[in-house]
Each structure stands twice: as C-alpha cells, then as structure tokens.
C-alpha cells in the first residue's frame, strides 16, 4: 500500500485501519444476506461460515475494538474541529455515521447480546422474524444503506488521490449499487417466506423451539439494555457537542487578523490553518487533496508576518520542494496563523468550474507529435491566398484522421504545420498511438499526393518529430477566454526533432525513449544522438526514411496495433 495513504497522526490512521476492518465485516454481512434470494440452505451456510471467523474469541475482540474505537475516534475529531463547515460529502459522512448507533445498538443487543446471555440461536431467520412485518425492517433496511454508503465516501476519501483510484470508480459505483440491492432483495424474499412458515401454528412452534424464542422478561431486559446503551450514545453526542462548543468559545478570546491579497480581511480563531480559516469565512481557497499537504494547490505566498510562523515541517517541505517553491510560499493547510498574517493565493478559483483544476494545470506523460510541411514557402509563391488556404485544408483532412483515430488531439494548428497530443490513461498507451498515427499519416500521405499528381500538382513531403515525455495539460489564458493546451520540455524535443527531420532527409525522427514506452525493438545502431537547440541533455533517437516503413514489422505492428 502508498504510504502516501497512510500520512496523518496516530488517530487518523487508527480511524482509518479501524474503519476498513468494519468495512469489510459489512461486506461480507451484506452478501450474507443477499443469499436470501437464492436459498435459506445457502444463507445459513454461509453465516455459519462467518460464524466460525467472527465469533471466535480474538475476531471477536477485534471486532468490538474497532467499532468502540472507530466511533470514539469520530466523536474526538468532531469535538476537535474547529469548524462546522465542510464539504457536503464529509458533512454527509459525519451525519450518516452518527445515525448508525441509534438501530446498530438494538440490533446487537437482540442479536449478539441474546445469544451470549440467554442462549438464543440468532440465526439469520431468527432476525427476519424479530423484524418481520413491523417497521424494524424498514429500519434495519435503512440502517444497510446508511453503513454502506458511510463506508464508501470514507473509502473515496481516502483512495481518491491515488492514481489507480479514479480508473477503477466507474466499476466500484456498479459494485457500491449492487452490495445493498442484493442484501435488500435477498431479505425481502427470504422474509416473506418465513413469514408465511411463521404463520402457521405448528411451523411456529417448531420456529420458536429451534431459535429458542426469548421469553418476554428477556426482551424487556434486552429493551431496557438498548434504553441504556443509547442514553450512553446521547451524553457521549452531548459530551462532544460542549466540548466542540467549549473550545469554539475558547479560541474566540484568542484570535488572529488574516489579510488577502486581492481579498477581504477576517478575522479567526488561533489554531486554526489558513485553510480553515479560508473556508470558515467562505474565502474561495484551491485545494484539490482535501487539506492533506499532498497536492500544494493551496499554497500562498506570506508577504507579511511570515517571520511569526514556525518552519515548514517535513510533509510541507518537502510538498514545496516538489514544486520548486520561493521561501515565502507556504501551504495553507499546513500554517497556523498566530500573529497577523498578509498572504497571497497563488491558485483562486475565482472563475468557478472553468478556472477550476483544469486551469491549474495536470502533469501527464504522453506521446507529442510536431509535424511540418517541407518547402512550404516555395510551393505557394505566387499563389493566391484563397488557394493556398485550400491546400492546407485540403491537407489537413487527409491526415488529421490518423491522429484524432488514435485518441490524440490537435493542439494548435500552426500555418502549414500541427502539434498533437495523445492523451492515454498511460505513457506506454500514449506511446503507441502516437507511433501508430504517425504511420497512418505517412499512409494517408501516399494516397493524398496520388490524387495531387493526378491533377498535375507536386507531391508534399513532410516531416514529423514524435517524443514521449512530460507535459503539464491546462487552460492557460484570461478567464472566461482561455484555450486547452500543453506546455513542458517534451513539446520542445519533439519540435527540435522535427526540425533535425530536414537535415537527416528523413520523414519521422522518433525518440528512443517512445519506442521503449510503447515496446517496440529495433537495432540499436540505428539509433542516432542528436544535441537539440534548447534541451540539455541529447536526445537518442531513430530516423525513419518514411514511417510507413514502420508498420511493415509483423513484430512491430502487433504492439503498435494492440491498443
């Protein structure tokens, strides 16, 4: 596992491992129930199974460890917030969490509790029974959906920065909606079959007898249990409110003046970070990670007062380091204002969903290809604009195709020339279709320059540089009028390689390290140095005569083609 997943205190990590365990009991709980709708031979199979794990003694202890400790450990972080506001997924957690001790409680104590205490066989028919057909079943059914779905926002909270989390979402949603679907079908056929058993009197007794059916003392002792264990929920809820309310009134004596560049000027409690205290005033404050110090978007620039904050911890060095900071910039999730503070935003998302993340920029590494027309100029002299234009458009639609066939993106047209991009869930998948479209291009070629020599026109040649490597994906202009493009060192290599196309008489130069991404093997003699205007280490690279010739490869052609 990242450790990235795991930064964070002591208490935030014992929450989340705590969490996960309970996690998964409820997932296998819920298949449990699910079985319903196939056979009770399978339903009970299948919890005798769970059984013989979960009812073990030290399963037993983990179990109860991790629900006293996840829900304490939640109700301490409540009380230590030192705000209410937060986004509506967390405040959806909070509130879904807190609402499962008020019918979890009754469910172990007429479950667990009873079959410790007065040797009740709490078999799954035994609970659909108890609950069978009054409004406990609607509230267990409730109680289902209000765990699943509690443990699958602070599952997404927790994966949702990891870069193999968002390509698996949109299976795990279809996963997250079967889970509670097939509990729920699973209890409602096998409850309405051991209603109709239970309805008649010589089943009943035989139901009783086999479950061991509590004696009514026991269910007002087990009633008096949950009273109990839920007046302890109460104060503990109450205990937690006045300490939140406590410390909030304490800070209030001890606050500190933030002023924001281009911004208004608040006041806060001390103690809070400037990113608390940001979203406390409904201050607009970029921060992609949540506040975990692992993505750097809320960093500010002090521009005063910066001599009263401690230095930058280990995680928040580190995080500025990555970005090549100035020694004034900060991380306002890490920074706890004591004195008065001036500081400047360095990403505002001003302009809402347009000058969102988008705005700010995405580092990928993908496949680039620069491609130019050759004697361009000396073609069209002398020839009228408008047919000049045509041409271009002309050669355009001839070879565009190939690209855009390939998942790639024209970035920007340039007169008789284009860059494109090849934007794939991975740098071998960009790869590949880069090197696939440049083939495809040199194919379209051949068949565009037939028919310009079947009109007695000269043939184009071209040339094309293709380089794998790192590039920052993002809108870059005014707000409200700005373009999609990309920028980075690799957008260089790839035009200097085109340019070095006309010198070597060839029509593509691919990098070395595109061919290694997308697995193609070739001589290594082939492979020629070249030193690029602009980039300071030389770039190995192959000369392709025409890159046609590329696809001719049976090998070659079946890892160029696989995607």
């Not at 003694?57 to 009380?79: E, N, Q």
């Not at 097939?182 to 007794?205: I, K, Q, V």
Request: glycine residues 10%.
């Amino acid at each position: 596992m990242n450790s990235a997943l795991w930064r964070g205190g002591w208490a935030t990590r014992l929450r989340i491992g705590s969490g996960l365990f309970l996690f998964v009991f409820a997932f296998f709980h819920f298949l449990n129930i699910g079985m319903g709708l196939f056979h009770t031979d399978y339903l009970h199979g299948m919890q005798d199974g769970r059984k013989a794990v979960t009812r073990h003694d030290v399963m037993s202890a983990l179990l109860y460890v991790a629900l006293f400790i996840h829900a304490g450990l939640a109700l301490v972080s409540i009380a230590q917030r030192r705000t209410l506001r937060m986004p509506i997924s967390s405040a959806l957690q909070i509130v879904l969490g807190l609402l499962i001790p008020l019918q979890l409680i009754s469910h172990i104590i007429h479950t667990r509790v009873a079959h410790e205490i007065f040797d009740v066989n709490d078999e799954m028919g035994y609970i659909i029974i108890l609950m069978w057909p009054s409004t406990a079943v609607w509230m267990q059914s409730l109680l289902l959906l209000i765990v699943w779905v509690h443990g699958c926002i602070g599952l997404h909270m927790w994966l949702r920065l990891t870069q193999w989390w968002p390509k698996t979402v949109p299976y795990l949603i279809g996963v997250a909606v079967f889970i509670p679907s097939f509990a729920l079908a699973g209890l409602l056929t096998e409850g309405r079959r051991l209603w109709a058993d239970f309805s008649d009197e010589f089943l009943r007794e035989q139901y009783i007898e086999h479950y061991n059916w509590p004696s009514p003392e026991a269910f007002q002792t087990m009633f008096g249990m949950t009273d109990n264990a839920l007046t302890a929920f109460w104060l503990a809820l109450a205990l937690t409110a006045m300490t939140y309310l406590g410390r909030k009134l304490w800070r209030r004596r001890h606050s500190v003046r933030v002023t924001y560049a281009r911004g208004p000027e608040v006041v806060a409690e001390k103690g809070m970070t400037l990113l608390e205290i940001s979203q406390a005033n409904g201050i607009p404050h970029t921060a992609l990670c949540g506040g975990k110090g692992r993505c750097t978007t809320c960093r500010v620039i002090v521009e005063d007062g910066g001599t009263n904050l401690p230095p930058p911890s280990d995680v928040e060095a580190r995080s500025l380091a990555a970005v090549g900071a100035t020694g004034q910039t900060r991380l306002a999730c890490q920074i706890r204002p004591t004195e008065p503070l001036s500081v400047f935003r360095v990403f505002r998302p001003d302009g809402g969903r347009n000058r969102g993340h988008a705005s700010q920029g995405q580092e990928r590494k993908l496949a680039v290809l620069f491609l130019d027309m050759r004697g361009f100029t000396a073609r069209t002299t002398g020839q009228l604009p408008y047919d000049i234009v045509f041409l271009l458009n002309r050669f355009f639609d001839a070879i565009v195709p190939a690209i855009t066939d390939e998942g790639g993106v024209v970035d920007k047209y340039m007169g008789d020339g284009l860059l494109a991009v090849f934007e794939k869930p991975d740098a071998a998948s960009s790869a590949r279709a880069g090197l696939k479209a440049a083939i495809d291009i040199s194919l379209a070629l051949d068949g565009f320059n037939q028919r310009l020599e079947a009109e007695g026109s000269p043939r184009i040649r071209i040339g094309m540089g293709l380089h794998l490597g790192d590039l920052v994906l993002g809108e870059i202009g005014a707000a409200g009028h700005a373009s999609r493009t990309i920028i980075g060192d690799a957008v260089n290599v790839a035009s200097r390689l085109e340019g070095e196309t006309k010198a070597q008489g060839v029509e593509l130069l691919v990098s070395e390290e595109l061919l290694r991404a997308a697995d193609v093997a070739v001589d290594p003699e082939a492979i020629q140095s070249f030193e690029l205007r602009g980039v300071s280490q030389p770039v190995p690279a192959l000369p392709v005569a025409r890159a046609a010739d590329l696809g001719k490869s049976a090998r070659e052609r079946e890892h160029i083609y696989s995607d």
